[in-house]
């Protein structure tokens, strides 16, 4: 909530409710703020294969694809990352996309 003249102009006067927009861009901010989190907390689970945390490695994961919201497996055993990973043209990626 900002202190402004219904122009926008800040008085310091009186509270006037947020616009939509400043609604929605704090709400936008604040998701990014989740997503870049998220990311860190996945990013530092992931470990090598000697240390790798694999429980707190499947909840960021689950946390990433709630917040982005990938769409679960059929059988429930995850979020289906792979669908939106980029497509490799050079044959290099072990499924053929």
């Known amino acids: 909530m900002v202190d402004h003249y ?5 008085v310091g006067l009186g509270m006037v409710e947020d616009s939509p927009q ?5 709400r936008l901010r604040n998701d990014l703020k989740s ?3 998220a990311v860190a907390d996945y990013m ?16 960021h994961a689950a946390a990433l ?6 769409p679960k ?12 990973k980029t497509k490799h043209s050079n044959g290099a990626c072990s499924d053929g996309k």
């Not at 400043?22 to 704090?26: C, D, F, K, L």
């Not at 694809?65 to 990938?70: A, M, P």
């Not at 497996?73 to 939106?84: I, L, N, Q, T």
Request: glycine residues 12%; negative net charge.
């Open 6 to 10: 219904p122009d926008g102009h800040n």
């Open 22 to 26: 400043e609604r929605e861009i704090e």
């Open 35 to 37: 997503v870049r989190q």
């Open 44 to 59: 530092s689970s992931e470990g090598c294969a000697c240390c790798r945390n694999i429980e707190a490695h499947e909840r």
């Open 65 to 70: 694809g709630k917040l982005l919201r990938v």
């Open 73 to 84: 497996y059929k059988d429930g055993s995850g979020h289906d990352f792979g669908r939106f």
